[in-house]
């Protein structure tokens, strides 16, 4: 909302400039390279003998590692997020401990919470989310961002906790996950993959999944393309799949389903030897399939008809495209990124008031959000001799992101007149309903190789934002071999969050009748959005301690998240209109969460390993309420048995064990105030099996069942109830290549 035009365009000039100049120096390199063999091997003679900053970190304590095996060995039901979940420190919730949204759960790192984890689409942010409208209790109607690639097309996928993430910018409090799709292949390849999944439960949703790729090169080992396609369906859960685990009266909806549709072009282009350029391009769309009122309100005429007919009550489409350059030089390594992604969130209007808050009021009318991002991003790596071998990181990420959402805009209180002592607003009809946000970073990161057994990374970044201005990150990382076997690693980090496109919007209006208003107060409220807010951020620290030999691999990670400046819905009393309290959304005070992630690797024999990790909750909390901040499992604990049976035959066995989960234990809005329903779900474990056998060369079947012992958690939104827990399914999934 504030940016101007010198801040939008500016550091993109500046960056479009950095590219070019690489380009220009490229083409000093490939005559340089043409001249002579000697010359060649004296360029490449240039190594970097400290790795890289970012290479390094993906060695912390806070970091896993899924790759495209692990994926095909267990294959996701619906999304990423179901094996992004059984890594240390993650889990899936919602946005908030309310239970509203319940079903539609996001990757949440060490408790923070879905908003604080960054997707990343390889290497850069994706954001689609933030065109779904936030609520007054943190909840938006999305499934979130892990969903847009095809699992049959991803790489691997790294997982950074905790400080490792810091560099990255806003949004990264609780971590990054990077999903890295496959890259163009040397020789023409294909393949086509069919998977489905049944459930035991005919009230539980079906999933159908059809995909293929196609790469190769088109002109020698010059051009190259990866072209693949992807449709997607999981059927809703029935509408009445809860009614046993609810009170009469009351509604609380299933998983609901979805279609997906995903097409994607990458074209990779090896200018020389020291450089390439990759053009990527991909459209997308999930139409949400309605299961029912997931927002809790009493259930309508209109509501019920649409969950009944398996109805698309609203659609996202993501179209986005890159340029990226990356280059390879005697003096270092370069990349250089542009990007633009169109998010259309089209969708069944929806009430804004009170106990109608979220449902969906019409079936005729739909309202589309348009959300644009676009990002330019510069970095370098250069080894550097002072003293000791490092290599010196520094880039520079420049973010635009405008959103129209005139749905949401349509009851802002726009403008105000103070009378004697007192504030009251009035209604007018210039009400706009876009608003937008830049961000321009700059990032110095360094990886210095202390002692032959001692590294140390620290790293500084400042932000100057459109809405809250500037903003300093810093971290410092570090590892000590401790003899041949063990390692201590550790790192602290100052990570921020900006405030988001709902929260700093003044257009932007929530009303109740009394539910959500402060406790103590007789009538209804507006909320209405902030534009002076300032970001969220947190000190973010971790210890630990690794053992590595002869195949053996544990380690142990103490980690603690100090949170403060969250935004909430405010109490402080701004004035009123025709008779109601109007308030906005603040910063509030600290929170703490603090817990220890353990990992265990043992090769049982050549073809058996058995690999294990846990997490395990001290304590998650606002400290002034004492409420979680997303409920999680007390701890959770997640063992997979791999046996590779003979060259083309594996078995796997997966085993998760959840601890019990609590709920919020302190009235936060005025319908509480009379007392929370305190129901706690107890632990539980989901055992599973799995196998894929290599039929011919080409050819590769698979076949599961999950949640053998049909452990089933109905969704009744009392308490910590807040989602439904599947039963037992049955998969299997068909690779054929060509």
Sequence with gaps: MHSSGPFQLRPLTVLIGTLLAFQAGAADSTTSSQTSQEEEATSQSTVLVTAKAEELLKQQPGVSVITAKDLSKDPPVN?????????????????????????????????????????????????????????????????????????????????????????????????????????????????ADLYTNQPGRSAEGATRRANFSVSGPLIDDTLSMRLYGNINKTEADSPNINDSAVSSGTTAAGREGVRNKDANLLLSWKIDPAQKLDFKTGFSRQGNIYAGDTSLSSASTTTQTLANSGAETNRMYRFDTSLNHTGN????????????????????????????????????????????????????????????????????????????????????????????????????????????????????????????????????????????????????????????????????????????????????????????????????????????????????????????????????????????????????????????????????GPAIIRGFEGNLTVPLATSLSWTTNGTYMIENKSKETGNPLSVIPKYTINTMLDWQVTDKWSLNTTYTFYGRQKPRTSAENRKESSGLDTSEIGSYGLLGFGTQYQLTKTVRVGTGVSNVFDKVILRSSEGANTYNQPGVAWNANLHVDF
């Excluded at 810091?166 to 609780?174: D, E, K």
């Design 329 to 588: 030089w005697s003096w270092g390594d370069t990349q250089n990124t542009l990007s633009w992604t169109n998010t259309r969130n089209n969708r069944m209007d929806e009430g804004l008031t009170g106990g109608i808050n979220g449902q969906i009021t019409s079936a005729e009318s739909y309202t589309t959000s348009t959300l644009n991002d676009y990002r330019a991003s510069t970095k370098a790596d250069i080894p550097v001799m002072l003293g000791v071998d490092q290599t010196l990181t520094t880039g520079m990420d420049w973010t635009y992101s405008k959103l129209d959402d005139p749905f949401s805009t349509s009851q802002v209180l726009s403008s105000k007149t103070y009378g004697s002592g007192s504030t009251s607003y009035s209604l007018g009809d210039d009400r706009a309903s876009q608003s937008s946000q830049g961000d321009v970073g700059v990032f110095v990161q360094d990886s210095i190789q202390a002692t032959g057994t001692t590294v140390v990374i620290p790293g500084v970044r400042v932000d100057q934002n459109s809405d809250f201005g500037s903003n300093l990150t810093w971290s410092l990382n570090a590892s000590q071999e401790l003899g041949e076997m063990f390692t201590a690693k550790a790192g602290v980090a100052r990570v921020f969050k900006a405030p988001n496109l709902y929260q700093v919007n003044p257009n932007y209006l929530l009303l109740s009748s009394g539910n959500g208003c402060p406790i103590g107060t007789s009538v209804g409220c507006y909320l209405v959005g902030n534009d002076d807010l300032e970001a969220e951020h947190s000190i973010n620290s971790e210890l630990g301690l690794q053992f590595k030999h002869n195949g053996w691999v544990s380690g142990v990670t103490y980690f603690q998240n100090d949170y403060d400046n969250k935004i909430v819905a405010g109490e402080s009393l701004l004035g009123t209109y025709s008779g109601w309290n109007v308030y906005r959304w603040e910063n509030s």
């Design 79 to 191: 999304d990423a997020s179901d094996i992004i979940r059984k890594m240390p420190g993650v889990n899936l919730t919602g946005n908030s401990a309310s239970g509203a949204r319940g079903n539609n759960r996001q990757i949440d790192i060490r408790g923070m919470g879905p908003e604080n984890t960054l997707i990343l689409i390889d290497g850069i942010p994706t954001t689609s989310r933030n065109s779904v409208r936030y609520d007054r209790t943190g909840e938006r109607d999305t499934r979130g961002d892990s969903n847009w690639v095809p699992v049959e097309e991803i790489e691997s996928i790294e997982v950074l906790r905790g400080p490792a993430a810091a560099m990255y910018g806003s949004g990264a409090q609780g971590g990054v996950v990077n999903i890295i799709t496959k890259q163009p292949t040397d020789k023409w390849k294909g393949s």
